[in-house]
DNA sequence: AGACAAACCTGTCTGC
DNA sequence: TGCAGACAGGTTTGTC
């Protein structure tokens, strides 16, 4: 489900949640990917605190706490949702998380596939904690330019969708984003890292920007199951260029070619054999 | 190095 | 109406 853009909505729409101060921790006794929530750590991390801000790496969020030594870092996978709520809310099925709040709300995390991640890393130690130790730079605010494109395509004979794709060079494009950037940048997804021109480095860079900015002006795509903090859709899937489009014509103006949906790298790719031409 | 498949899960949709 | 199978926005691990 999420992406960069989402995970960025949630992010902002969590701001009711900061200053509160955590009176409670409760978790859920399922595992989700790899490891069951570290309650106690958590508690221990978080109770009797204030929460002092959400910070986002790549699809990751991380939570504050003044004067605390931990931060709480969240990883939405596939179905998680982070939600805000008055603690009289019902719960909905699948909640692996209620952090009970002053001011009688909660912030839950809820998640049916259970793929994603929750775990507690040392403040100001964050790029050593495993999940973000190999994340790359961040693509909405970190430096993400022609030149810097330039230099790690270089060393990369991966095709430009797994190039994307992997975390480790930049942090937060998905599946839909990088169909939709290189839909935007008419880059092949199979053109191989290194044979992309310094120029065409720079057009990659430019749609990653576009691409994201407009998502995030949208509040994000929902597909079926993304929703913000306050439980509010995104309106980008009525944007989106290429992604699920398979058979339908391209969008491009000048162009008449048709999309077309390939597999790569286990996942749907659409693209324009058209105008995305090589 | 890099491509692929499988694994972790549940829910939803399609076709028979 | 029911049921099997495919598929889903992510990440990690193992194999070739």
């Known amino acids: ?33 790899e490891r069951l929530i570290p309650r106690a750590r958590l508690a221990r991390a978080s109770t009797g605190a ?5 910070r986002r790496w790549g699809k990751y969020l991380l939570v504050d706490f003044i004067d605390r030594p931990a931060v709480m870092v969240v990883h939405l996978g596939m179905t998680g949702r982070l939600r805000v709520h008055a603690n009289s809310d019902a719960r909905v099925d699948h909640t692996h998380l209620v952090m009970g709040l002053s001011g009688r709300s909660e912030l839950r995390y809820s998640d049916p596939r259970r793929f994603g991640h929750i775990s507690v890393a040392e403040r100001g130690r964050e790029q050593e904690h495993p999940p973000l130790s190999v994340l790359g730079i961040d693509a909405l605010t970190g430096t993400v330019d022609g030149a810097m494109l330039h230099e790690h395509t270089r060393r990369s004979r991966r095709m430009m969708k797994a190039f994307l794709l992997d975390q480790s060079v930049v942090a937060g494009l998905g599946n839909i984003y990088v169909c939709e950037v290189l839909w935007r940048a008419r880059v092949r997804p199979t053109l191989r890292a290194h044979r992309l021109s310094r120029r065409r480095c720079g057009s990659v860079a430019d749609a990653i920007g576009a691409v ?33 489009r398979e058979g339908s014509g391209c969008l491009r103006r000048t162009c008449a070619g048709e999309i077309r949906r390939t597999l790569l790298q286990g996942r749907a790719t659409f693209y324009c054999p058209t105008c995305q031409s090589h």
């Open 1 to 33: 489900m999420p992406e960069l853009p989402e995970v960025e909505t949630v992010r902002r729409t969590l701001a009711p949640v900061i200053g509160r101060r955590i009176e409670s921790v409760w978790a859920s006794r399922q595992k989700l990917r």
């Open 50 to 54: 204030r929460i002092e801000g959400i």
């Open 212 to 244: 994201l900015d407009n998502a995030l002006d949208r509040g994000g795509t929902s597909l079926r199951d993304f929703v913000a903090a306050d439980g509010a859709k995104g309106e980008n899937s009525h944007y989106l260029r290429v992604y699920d």
